[in-house]
């Protein structure tokens, strides 16, 4: 039986098409290298047999066809290589009164492949975003990808750096809890992603990385683009495994979600560029049922006794919360009221609990404000709930410590704690609920709290009046911002000064914030926004803030958010200078350097990516033109020149 030939429009007319040319052309899937010789129009495959070299960026010289990667001749019309045996398919060519048409045989039905059912179980693990760039050594599993967006079942954005996918997907893991996947090819694609996996690690987000290698043969050869990823990856992945023609597939994709999911940490898996499309066979999709247990675990009851009889002297507890208590908020804030105890926050869960609460404290630290700090010198007795004790946090190890954590090693981490606690959080304040009925004798704060927020605001009122004529204060950046900021918003900082200030002056409601914390790595704010809007699937509002110095990094970035239709908005603080740098020199008593920068106008640049892009020079200005920024329903940036001394 003949095969069926389907037929494609390659060319308007013949003329369009000059004698003794060769152009690449497609026809559905296929690449056509298509000539005008000897007065007709001829096809031959595109991809020479020997390097796949495309024959379509050929010449024809003295009547051969000439591969443009290794000079190898072919007759232009039959594809035969004249003294050889090899050559190259033709396709048949129909000159019709519409155009020319190349006849191809239909395609076949696409047939699973390893990386299909490889996607599928991601899937059915709910990894619903991917964060990456396709190139030459991923595009099999790029194939699946494609297939199971065009399905609505999953999320495929096209980044413009790997660095950026990564943050991505770090930011992603960080608001939800659950692995995004960020995917690069082979070499400098892979080794691009090494940044934002270090951030997710450090701050002990789930995460998943996917790699394309070169063919295995080739490994250790030096071939092009050929780097050892296993060997790379083995300092940051928790999970770290090459896909093999004789791996148990879809189990080691539903091992690499687990460990990312259990571990709180990097999973990687690289793709040789010979097994992504080997078929799937009978093999299928794997799926989490049954493979992942409650994680609700109970303290233990001598550890949960000594907390009980802890908090039964204590008059005057604080709690402090961080970012490992994200999930548990509700219940913290009731066992707070219970203890009319104020609630700090280090930087990294600023927003956990709204500033507009009666036992809200604000943020503990460097980039905290007095309110805080004043609470737990005052206190007698720390109630810590999923802190890392950082020195930007500064707890203090000179009152008594309660240490509730469902990490074993992040208990007592860095100095001994009078009353560690192993559980997941809920759980635990469950049974200190129950132990603690009709048994409370602390002192109520909430009062304390209100006159130490006036205190600060007055502070803050003064501060708004400071202009030396060199720009905006960050203090008025931050002000306005936490006026106009939508409640529900998921805030993106950057490092730098931009975030101290953020810390201390943004007066959050139901805001969340996301911050690279322990790597603390520039460049965060723009790529962790597009994870942000992926995350919540466009249905918060996302705002980046950051300095000049960390937006450039990853500028770029603001037409993915275009394209993507993403309503992301960032917020600018423009003072030519890495300030937190110089700041920093002159602190260490060195010569400032190398801290000023050049930059483009960055309105105009959001302009020309296709965004709304307004500049403020005049703090007149600044409400107005914030509000035209947060408002406006699509990509939008708000260049601000600030003074680098008004933080």
């Known amino acids: 039986m003949s095969k069926k030939i389907d037929w494609y429009k390659v060319l308007d007319k013949k003329s369009d098409l000059a004698e003794n040319r060769i152009i690449t052309v497609n026809a559905g899937n296929k690449q056509i290298a298509l000539s005008h010789f000897e007065g007709k129009i001829c ?80 899937i059915n693990w709910d990894v619903d975003t991917v964060f990456g760039m396709v190139g030459n050594s991923n595009l099999g599993l790029a194939d699946a990808f494609k297939r199971q967006d065009e399905k609505k079942k999953l999320k495929f954005i096209g980044i413009r750096h790997e ?32 940044t934002g996996l270090w951030d997710a690690k450090v701050d002990r987000a789930p995460i998943l990385a996917l790699t394309g290698q070169v063919a295995t043969q080739v490994v250790g050869t030096g071939n092009f683009q050929e780097v050892d990823l296993v060997r790379a ?102 066992f707070a009221e219970l203890l009319h105890a104020p609630v700090l926050t280090t930087f990294k869960g600023k927003g956990l609990i709204s500033d507009m609460h009666p036992l809200a404290a604000g943020v503990l630290g460097r980039s905290g404000t007095p309110i805080a700090s004043h609470f737990m010198n005052e206190s007698d007795l720390l109630i810590v709930f999923g802190a890392s004790f950082s020195n930007h946090t500064g707890i203090t190890p000179q009152k008594p410590i309660i240490q509730v954590d469902f990490d074993p090693l992040a208990l007592s981490k860095f100095h001994k704690i009078d009353a560690p606690v192993l559980g997941e959080i809920s759980v635990t304040l469950e049974q200190m609920f129950e132990e603690l009925k009709d048994q409370i004798k602390t002192k109520n704060q909430e009062k304390e709290v209100a006159e130490r927020w006036e205190i600060w605001r007055t502070e803050k ?83 980046a803030v950051a300095g000049d110095g960390g937006f450039a990094q990853y ?54 990516c296709g965004a709304l892009g307004l500049k403020v020079t005049d703090k007149n200005e600044l409400h107005d033109k914030m509000k035209q920024v947060l408002e406006f329903k699509e990509t939008a940036l708000l260049e601000i020149i600030t003074d680098v001394n008004l933080v």
């Open 43 to 122: 096809a031959l495959d595109n991809h020479c047999p020997h390097q796949g070299g495309p024959l379509g960026e050929g010449s024809i010289e003295k009547g051969i066809l000439r591969c443009p990667w290794h000079g190898w001749d072919y007759h232009p019309c039959t594809g035969k290589a004249p003294g050889f045996d090899d050559g190259v398919k033709p396709y048949p060519v129909e000159e019709r009164e519409d155009g020319i048409y190349v006849g191809v045989e239909e395609k076949k039905p696409h047939e699973p492949t390893l990386s299909d059912i490889m996607v599928e179980t991601m």
């Open 163 to 194: 660095g950026a996918g990564a943050f991505a997907a770090s930011a992603y893991g960080k608001l939800t809890g659950k692995p995004a996947a960020c995917f690069s090819i082979a070499g400098p694609g892979a080794t691009n992603m090494f």
């Open 233 to 334: 990856f083995q300092t940051v992945a928790e999970f770290n495994h090459r896909v093999q023609k004789d791996s148990r597939h879809t189990e080691l994709m539903a091992l690499a979600i687990k460990h990312a999911l259990l571990k709180r940490d990097v999973s990687h898996l690289t793709f040789p560029d010979e097994i992504q499309e080997i078929p799937a066979g009978e093999e299928k999709a794997q799926t989490p049922e049954g493979r992942i247990s409650s994680l609700k675990i109970a303290p233990p009851k001598e550890s949960l006794d000594k907390a009980v009889s802890l908090i039964k002297k204590s008059s005057r507890p604080v709690i402090i919360v961080g970012h490992g208590a994200r999930f548990d908020m509700e219940a913290i804030v009731q």
């Open 461 to 543: 009122s003064k501060r708004l009046l400071e202009d030396r004529g060199k720009g905006i204060s960050s203090i008025a950046v931050f002000h306005n911002l936490s006026q106009l900021a939508p409640e529900n918003a998921v805030i993106c900082v950057d490092v730098g000064n931009n975030a101290y200030s953020l810390g201390r002056y943004f007066e959050s409601k139901k805001q969340s914030f996301l911050m690279s914390g322990y790597l603390g790595s520039i460049g965060f704010a723009m790529p962790a926004a597009l994870g942000a809007w992926a995350a919540t699937k466009g249905k918060r509002p996302v705002i």
């Open 555 to 608: 500028m770029a970035e603001l037409t993915t958010s275009v394209k993507y239709g993403m309503n992301i908005k960032m917020i600018l603080l423009n003072n030519s200078e890495l300030g937190k740098i110089s700041k920093e020199q002159r602190s260490g008593e060195f010569d400032v350097f190398a801290t000023d920068l050049v930059n483009p106008d960055f309105a105009q640049y959001a302009n020309s």
